[in-house]
């Protein structure tokens, strides 16, 4: 294979699974502006996910919601994926919107609810052993608010007492990966706020804890790379959150905001050889559209995505090698850079045409008429929103 030909491959066979919630409604605190032909079901969600995976080909897989994405029958619903040429993936799990959480769910000081917290991300495996998903997404909104509310140590215990218990429960080809967040709901500490604790949490509960990277989870200025390049490099990495921000955890697009930032996160996966779907590196996103039209916004953020991916596939490393090895700072970013610097569309292009898909996906959606055609179609019935 000419390098070329290499790149066409990697670009072929990448695979970015998306996440329900960003086809239903979302907003702020502030306002949440509803669109028209929003799914009002789990089945409906996955419809519309798989018009994304249809023009792109690179999104064969959809991240569900629990509670948000309930449904009895479990299997079928995996069945409804398959019919539409997807699969369900992975599945998240929620502990931030219950009343009882208000103190936290695994870190909560009253073991009542630290139960009722654990019986929910045990559910949450048995959802995965009926829909087939590998990975059980865990994110914490555990935290306080003012120092002294609750002590630190403690609720790492309790923390490491409820991974440990879902550790348990996995399956042979079942993993769990951890999120972390640096503030938000909490203000003073966030129960997992940061890699490294991610990173303990996740060693003291067994190799089937990883740790999942949101980009948009850390404070400004972090360095995301170094994190990732940490994290492969421990063999802990299990997936990314992708999305972008500009202020806080603000979910808009993959590489809207800093697109050399996502190439920078790309080249270390790929100097990793980390972006093979077996590798255990899951791309997933985790956006919301608040007033952007969704399965366009989502095969966008799938092309971006894309474009940063083969822009470090194009990163010469035997010459990066090189300059590096010589010491030649200029000519070490330089080679970086031209990598950035290429015009990769037309490749893509070469890509989507070679996998039958028009060279055009965004174009290709319009002109399929489905978003007309939900917009005339689901009207009753209440649509799907972030939180339900
Ligand atoms: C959280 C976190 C989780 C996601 C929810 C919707 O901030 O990023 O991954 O499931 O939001
Ligand atoms: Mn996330």
């Known amino acids: 294979m000419t390098s070329n030909q290499a790149v066409v491959a990697a670009l072929r066979s990448q695979r970015i699974e998306l996440p329900s919630w960003a086809f239903g409604n979302s907003g702020t605190r502030f306002k ?9 079901d789990p089945y409906e969600k996955i419809a519309d996910a798989a018009q994304v995976h249809r023009f792109t080909g690179v999104a064969p897989t959809v991240a ?7 449904v009895d029958d479990y299997a079928d619903l995996a069945r409804h994926a398959a019919d539409h040429g997807v699969a369900l993936g992975t599945i998240n799990s929620n502990t931030f919107q219950d009343d009882d959480y208000m103190l936290g769910s695994v870190c909560h000081p009253d073991a009542r609810v630290r139960r009722k917290a654990l019986d929910h991300l045990l559910g949450c495996v048995d959802v995965m052993d009926a829909t087939g998903s590998r990975d059980l997404k865990l994110w914490f909104a555990d935290g306080t608010n003012y120092p002294g509310q609750d002590s630190i140590r403690a609720r790492q215990d309790r923390l490491a007492e409820a991974l440990t218990a879902v550790h348990a429960r996995l399956g042979p080809d079942q993993r769990m990966v951890l999120e972390y967040k640096f503030f938000e709901p909490s203000f003073y500490t966030m129960d997992v ?3 490294g604790t991610s990173y303990m949490q996740c060693v003291a509960a067994g190799p089937k804890a990883m740790v999942v990277v949101d980009t948009g989870h850390h404070a400004p200025g972090t360095n995301i790379e170094f994190i990732v390049a940490s994290l492969l490099r421990a063999g802990r990495l299990g997936g990314f959150d992708f999305n972008s921000r500009f202020y806080a955890d603000d979910d808009l697009m993959v590489g809207s905001a800093d697109p050399f930032q996502l190439f920078r996160i790309m080249h270390e996966v790929v100097q990793a050889g980390a972006l093979s779907p077996d590798s255990g590196v899951a791309f997933m996103l985790d956006q919301c559209h608040n007033i952007e039209p969704k399965i366009p916004g989502q095969i966008r953020s799938v092309m971006n995505v894309q474009e940063a991916t083969a822009k ?3 990163v010469d490393a035997d010459a990066l090698a090189a300059a590096q090895a010589a010491g030649d700072v200029l000519g070490a970013n330089g080679v970086l850079m031209d990598a950035f610097d290429t015009d990769v569309r037309p490749l893509l292009a070469e890509v989507r045409s070679g996998l039958g898909l028009d060279p055009d996906p965004l174009g290709a959606y ?3 008429g489905y978003g007309a055609a939900i917009v005339a179609e689901r009207v009753g019935g209440a649509q799907a929103g972030w939180g339900a």
Do not use: E, M, N, Y
């Not at 949440?32 to 799914?39: E, I, N, Y």
């Not at 569900?64 to 309930?70: A, E, F, N, S, Y």
């Open 32 to 40: 949440v502006f509803a669109q028209k032909g929003v799914p009002r």
């Open 64 to 70: 569900l919601h629990i509670p948000w994405d309930r």
């Open 193 to 195: 706020p940061d890699w």
């Open 312 to 314: 470090a596939l194009l």
């Open 366 to 368: 319009v002109r399929s």
